[in-house]
């Protein structure tokens, strides 16, 4: 059993960063996916154990930056340059084998999500 705790999030203006975080009781491949109002849930991120592989959807690709520091046990999520589209809740999410990177149902593990509001 895998338990992620999120953090960050809020409410931003448009062009503003914000920082998300997912702490988590075990070194695994780890992602973040989102579900904007009324819509499905959708890749933005994914980390390789040693960060060796990172992946990015095209929507957040040299905006955002996906990164972990294993001392801590801790995932981050910064976003730059955010868009009103960019809102949506949050979510890490945890695998073991980092097979199909983008596909949410490879993710046995969720976080508890956590709101970006980006006001344009």
């Known amino acids: 059993q895998v338990q992620l705790i999120q953090s960050g999030g809020g409410l931003v203006q448009a062009g503003g960063p914000l920082r998300l975080s997912c702490v988590s009781s075990?070194?695994?491949?780890m992602g973040w996916f989102r579900q904007p109002p009324g819509k499905e849930r959708e890749f933005v991120a994914a980390?390789?154990?040693?960060?060796?592989?990172?992946y990015y959807a095209d929507s957040v690709k040299g905006r955002f930056t996906i990164s972990r520091d294993n001392a801590k046990n801790t995932v981050y999520l910064n976003m730059n340059s955010l868009k009103p589209e960019d809102t949506a809740v949050y979510y890490c999410?945890?695998?073991?084998?980092?097979?199909?990177?983008?596909?949410?149902?490879?993710?046995?593990?969720w976080g508890q999500g956590t709101q970006v509001t980006v006001s344009s």
């Open positions: 999410a945890a695998q073991f084998l980092g097979r199909n990177y983008d596909n949410a149902l490879e993710y046995l593990y």
């Open positions: 075990a070194r695994t491949f």
């Open positions: 980390i390789s154990w040693n960060s060796v592989g990172i």
